[in-house]
């Protein structure tokens, strides 16, 4: 199974979001029709950046690195380099 960790920004307020999937497109439409109740406030959020991993361990972990930046330039840093 392929897993992907992706971030998303919102339209309402630039803000990010950062998770992991194994089902990409599916998580993108729950975040824009609010069945998750974080995301919902800030809709809509457009998907700007994703990586591709084969092991659920791996994609969590880099999750987490991500999660710990908290640093918008390294963020955009990031999607620019896409």
């Given amino acids: 199974m392929i897993y992907y960790v992706y971030i998303l920004q919102s339209a309402f307020d630039g803000s990010f979001y950062i998770g992991f999937t194994h089902d990409l497109q599916g998580r993108l439409f729950e975040h824009n029709h609010g069945s ?34 908290k640093n918008h330039d390294f963020y955009n840093r990031l999607i620019d380099s896409q």
């Fill in 36 to 69: 998750t109740r974080y995301t919902s406030h800030k809709r809509p959020w457009k998907l700007v950046y994703k990586e591709k991993y084969v092991s659920k361990t791996a994609a969590i972990k880099r999750e987490k690195f991500l999660k710990k930046q």
